[in-house]
């Protein structure tokens, strides 16, 4: 039973953490810029600090994404990729996941990257 | 054959992975979806004249006529999953061959008022045109995708029904009734200006 629900969590953890992750980097970094450059001034904010935590939390958070696609993945190694659920969908998953965690993190590391390496506050 | 994976089917218990894959890959769909119409509305919301002074106004009847005959054949994809189900191969092919028809001349009309669109204002000439020009050429070529699907399962059913085929009806009908929602979306999108 623990098993199962444990299965469970890490399944869709490993599915659509890092795509949670991403839209709210994506939502939390557009926001900070708005409060960095927006008519109301900069409220003391160091918008690089901030951005490299934000995206530091975000790769922490993708990579234990990935582990727990591994982790699925590796216990429901036996079972074939179309096999009967739940452990099929599960293995399903993760094969996916997997892949698509790496793409994820790529793109959070562009992104946070990308702030800090672009000046701020005016039109690219 | 067509009888046990028509029966199969009927008592499943969960969703194949198959349609699982089919809502994983809509989910990243309505994601670019999503930053596009997002894109249209900040450029929209940025700019003080839009479309821009020299760009015609978008059509309005035509697209809102040709999307409702659109949504339409999501009746007919339904109807042929369910023969399907039932071990109803033939009126399942009839069903897509109906839906692919209307689909088609959708997607001629379309392509005209695309092709109309481009002779009176170019992609590269402003923010609109190139937002525009995107959104309904990423939308058409979604449609054109779910053509090529029902097209294959009509060609896959000519041999009879097997539990992956009917796998892949299922998640044929589920992504079009995906790309139907779209269609909403991006003709109101679209006409919104004129609105």
């Not at chain 2, 309005?60 to 999307?67: H, K, M, S």
């Not at chain 2, 937002?131 to 060609?155: D, S």
Request: hydrophobic share 55%; charged share 10%.
């Amino acid at each position: 039973m623990r098993r199962a629900f444990g299965l469970e969590f890490l399944q869709w953890y490993g599915l659509l953490g890092a795509a949670i992750v991403w839209a709210a980097q994506l939502v939390l970094a557009y926001g900070l810029t708005v409060a960095r450059c927006g008519a109301g001034g900069s409220f003391g904010l160091s918008l690089d600090g901030w951005e490299v935590v934000l995206m530091a939390v975000a790769v922490l958070l993708t990579v234990l994404a990935e582990c727990a696609a591994v982790a699925v993945f590796l216990e429901t190694r036996p079972i074939e990729h179309d096999g009967p659920p739940p452990d099929g969908r599960r293995h399903f998953f993760a094969t996916g996941a997997m892949v698509g965690n790496l793409l994820f993190l790529t793109v959070i590391l562009l992104t946070g990257i990308g702030i800090v390496a672009a000046a701020p506050c005016h039109q690219s | 054959m067509s009888a046990e994976a028509a029966r199969i089917d009927r008592s499943r218990a969960a969703r194949p992975n198959g349609w699982w894959g089919m809502a994983i890959f809509v989910a990243t769909e309505a994601t670019l979806f999503g930053t596009l119409i997002g894109t249209y509305f900040y450029l929209r919301f940025t700019n003080p004249s839009w479309p821009p002074a020299g760009v015609p106004e978008p059509k309005v009847l035509a697209p809102l006529l040709l999307t409702a005959a659109l949504v339409a054949t999501s009746i007919p994809v339904q109807v042929a999953y369910n023969a399907a189900r039932r071990d109803r191969v033939r009126l399942a092919q009839l069903a897509l061959i109906l839906a692919l028809v209307v689909q088609a001349a959708y997607l001629v009309l379309q392509l005209r008022l695309f092709v109309d669109d481009l002779h009176a204002f170019s992609p590269n000439a402003s923010s609109y045109a190139s937002i525009y020009f995107t959104l309904l050429g990423a939308h058409h070529f979604h449609v054109v995708v779910g053509m090529m699907l029902e097209a294959w399962l009509v060609l896959r059913l000519v041999s009879g029904l097997t539990r992956y085929r009917l796998v892949g009806l299922q998640a044929t009908a589920f992504y079009w009734h995906f790309v139907n929602v779209l269609a909403v979306v991006v003709v109101l999108t679209q006409v919104s200006p004129a609105l």
